[in-house]
């Protein structure tokens, strides 16, 4: 028995180094681009899981090159870290890389399936874009919800000054990502994410719940990922946990819907949001046989809120410390809001455009601490890229925060230094690829036009209404900037800060 035993493990040994030399000689002869040499079976998810991934990926890359191939499990992947591939990936060839990989527990309860961060950019996706663009994040849309989006950041800045008359340190992301969160639920369902009577199941903050814990768990490593054949058994239980969320997300989206049937049938005043926009184009698309239908607008809804609920708090946040351990800095912004706005208390989204040093600050943050700090892709066809061949159903892991801090693009690149765009040469547009945030590509964050203006109006009234200063027991060695490593890369340690209320 005991020979047995030892003949079988022998045998299963010689397999897998078998697979393994067939793997190093077939990728040597496709020429795919040089990276460290994978291990049997893991691949090389230990050299990546040691530490921050986006960090070990741009350790990696340093050695290997801005094109790196991986093996992650059985996965092969190719990993990019310079503008100048990004554009590659993002502008000349991404007709066929713009696919997404199959995250395993996005198939709960065939959630993919109307997902626009998971579709393939075929038909449907390309309707749920369009729709994006022409109706829900459209600048007529967005300007004439200007007014609510005013009022959420008021009744932020009148919490912060409460705090501020009792001399408490403000734990700045709750008030933040409380005005954030509203802005983006009464942009789509009219109702406030800390309102529970605003709708039958708790409107916003239901629906946000459900969101919260499922980016945890779609931000959870996956066996089921890296190896495909066995997912079907769900080993971490990732996707049967997923499942009730995905139905807890459509129930509370259901009684939104049926809510708002009731109000438009009771003829009441229409809300021009989001949920208005899809209610007025419903009967438009099942008599053109569209491909979008209220399912699908569901898990459009859904996305929006995992992409939005905490990007633009998270960013707010950074900018804060960042500019708190930064004084010249914030004297400087500062100053500018005092020169464009003088006596007035409310800053409005107009002035934004008259503020150009807030709007490379909000730049030079998310260049150092973009809210995602990877973008995955798919190979829909076989590439060559700067005489390297990507295979289709390749993975592709695009590093953007290695692209933000590359040396051969930026000086001082881990120097908080928002002079460096004060040229005005470069936006979010992708054109060159330096400052990509948000993405680019046909992939390009569909929230963006919303995103701009929170983040902006956000954080220049907090600017403009109060002095911040940090607790004494922070200030000696300023603000800890380490990361939390997520969908969202957030502080590991909340920023928390003194504010002062200006009198102006």
Same mark, same amino acid.
């Given at each position: 028995?005991?020979?047995?035993?030892?003949?079988?493990?022998?045998?299963?040994?010689?397999?897998?180094?078998?697979?393994?030399?067939?793997?190093?000689?077939?990728?040597?002869?496709?020429?795919?681009?040089?990276?460290?040499?994978?291990?049997?079976?893991?691949?090389?998810?230990?050299?990546?899981?040691?530490?921050?991934?986006? #960090?070990?990926?741009?350790?990696?890359?340093?050695?290997?090159?801005?094109?790196?191939?991986?093996?992650?499990?059985?996965?092969?992947?190719?990993?990019?870290?310079?503008?100048?591939?990004?554009?590659?990936?993002?502008? #000349?060839?991404?007709?066929?890389?713009?696919? #997404?990989?199959?995250?395993?527990?996005?198939?709960?309860?065939?959630?993919?399936?109307?997902?626009?961060?998971?579709?393939?950019?075929?038909?449907?996706?390309?309707?749920?874009?369009?729709?994006?663009?022409?109706?829900?994040?459209?600048?007529?849309?967005?300007?004439?919800?200007?007014?609510?989006?005013?009022?959420?950041?008021?009744?932020?800045? %009148?919490?912060?000054?409460?705090?501020?008359?009792?001399?408490?340190?403000?734990?700045?992301?709750?008030?933040?990502?409380?005005?954030?969160?509203?802005?983006?639920?009464?942009?789509?369902?009219?109702?406030?994410?800390?309102?529970?009577?605003?709708?039958?199941?708790?409107?916003?903050?239901?629906?946000?719940?459900?969101?919260?814990?499922?980016?945890?768990?779609?931000?959870?490593?996956?066996?089921?990922?890296?190896?495909?054949?066995?997912?079907?058994?769900?080993?971490?239980?990732?996707? #049967?946990?997923?499942?009730?969320?995905?139905?807890?997300?459509?129930?509370?989206?259901?009684?939104?819907?049926?809510?708002?049937?009731?109000?438009?049938?009771?003829?009441?005043?229409?809300?021009?949001?989001?949920?208005?926009?899809?209610?007025?184009?419903?009967?438009?698309?099942?008599?053109?046989?569209?491909?979008?239908?209220?399912?699908?607008?569901?898990?459009?809804?859904?996305?929006?809120?995992?992409?939005?609920?905490?990007?633009?708090?998270?960013?707010?946040?950074?900018?804060?410390?960042?500019?708190?351990?930064?004084?010249?800095?914030?004297?400087?912004?500062? %100053?500018?809001?005092?020169?464009?706005?003088?006596?007035?208390?409310?800053?409005?989204?107009?002035?934004?455009?008259?503020?150009?040093?807030?709007?490379?600050?909000?730049?030079?943050?998310?260049?150092?601490?973009?809210?995602?700090?990877?973008?995955?892709?798919?190979?829909?066809?076989?590439?060559?890229?700067? %005489?390297?061949?990507?295979?289709?159903?390749?993975?592709?892991?695009?590093?953007?925060?290695?692209?933000?801090?590359?040396?051969?693009?930026?000086?001082?690149?881990?120097?908080?230094?928002?002079?460096?765009?004060?040229?005005?040469?470069?936006?979010?547009?992708?054109?060159?690829?330096?400052?990509?945030?948000?993405?680019?590509?046909?992939?390009?964050?569909?929230?963006?036009?919303?995103?701009?203006?929170?983040?902006?109006?956000?954080?220049?009234?907090?600017?403009?209404?109060?002095?911040?200063?940090?607790?004494?027991?922070?200030?000696?060695?300023?603000?800890?900037?380490?990361?939390?490593? %997520?969908?969202?890369?957030?502080?590991?340690?909340?920023?928390?800060?003194?504010?002062?209320?200006?009198?102006?």
């Amino acid at each position: 028995m005991a020979s047995f035993l030892v003949a079988a493990v022998s045998s299963f040994g010689l397999i897998l180094v078998s697979i393994y030399a067939f793997q190093l000689i077939t990728s040597a002869r496709r020429r795919l681009p040089p990276g460290p040499l994978p291990l049997p079976l893991v691949g090389n998810l230990l050299a990546i899981g040691r530490g921050i991934p986006h #960090r070990s990926l741009a350790r990696l890359a340093s050695r290997y090159g801005p094109l790196m191939s991986l093996r992650l499990g059985v996965v092969p992947a190719v990993v990019v870290s310079s503008a100048t591939a990004a554009r590659e990936i993002l502008q #000349r060839h991404n007709a066929d890389l713009a696919d #997404r990989p199959l995250i395993d527990v996005w198939l709960a309860n065939g959630h993919r399936a109307d997902s626009i961060i998971s579709l393939p950019p075929h038909a449907k996706w390309r309707a749920m874009r369009r729709l994006c663009a022409t109706e829900l994040f459209s600048t007529g849309r967005l300007d004439s919800l200007r007014p609510l989006r005013q009022r959420k950041v008021e009744e932020m800045v %009148g919490h912060v000054a409460k705090l501020a008359e009792l001399g408490e340190p403000v734990a700045v992301r709750e008030p933040v990502f409380t005005a954030a969160m509203n802005i983006l639920t009464r942009t789509m369902f009219s109702v406030d994410l800390d309102d529970p009577a605003s709708s039958p199941a708790g409107g916003g903050r239901g629906l946000h719940e459900a969101v919260k814990e499922a980016t945890i768990l779609a931000a959870t490593p996956n066996v089921s990922d890296f190896f495909p054949a066995i997912a079907a058994a769900d080993l971490q239980g990732l996707r #049967r946990r997923m499942a009730p969320l995905v139905t807890d997300a459509r129930r509370v989206l259901d009684e939104l819907f049926a809510r708002r049937v009731l109000d438009r049938e009771a003829g009441e005043s229409p809300k021009n949001d989001m949920l208005d926009a899809v209610l007025d184009k419903e009967h438009e698309w099942q008599h053109e046989g569209s491909v979008i239908n209220r399912k699908a607008i569901k898990g459009l809804f859904s996305d929006i809120f995992v992409a939005g609920s905490d990007t633009s708090s998270t960013t707010i946040e950074w900018a804060m410390a960042a500019l708190l351990n930064n004084p010249r800095v914030m004297e400087k912004v500062k %100053g500018e809001l005092k020169s464009v706005l003088g006596h007035k208390t409310q800053v409005e989204e107009s002035d934004i455009a008259q503020l150009p040093y807030l709007q490379a600050v909000v730049k030079e943050v998310l260049r150092l601490y973009p809210s995602v700090a990877t973008s995955f892709y798919r190979a829909e066809a076989t590439v060559q890229l700067q %005489g390297y061949t990507i295979p289709q159903g390749t993975t592709i892991i695009l590093n953007i925060w290695a692209v933000h801090r590359n040396p051969d693009v930026w000086d001082d690149p881990e120097k908080f230094m928002p002079e460096r765009f004060m040229d005005g040469d470069t936006d979010f547009s992708s054109k060159d690829c330096r400052l990509i945030p948000f993405g680019g590509g046909r992939r390009i964050c569909i929230g963006f036009p919303l995103a701009y203006r929170t983040v902006h109006l956000i954080l220049a009234s907090l600017l403009h209404r109060f002095d911040w200063i940090l607790p004494e027991e922070t200030s000696k060695n300023g603000v800890d900037m380490t990361e939390k490593y %997520g969908l969202v890369i957030s502080m590991a340690n909340p920023l928390k800060a003194i504010a002062k209320k200006r009198y102006l």
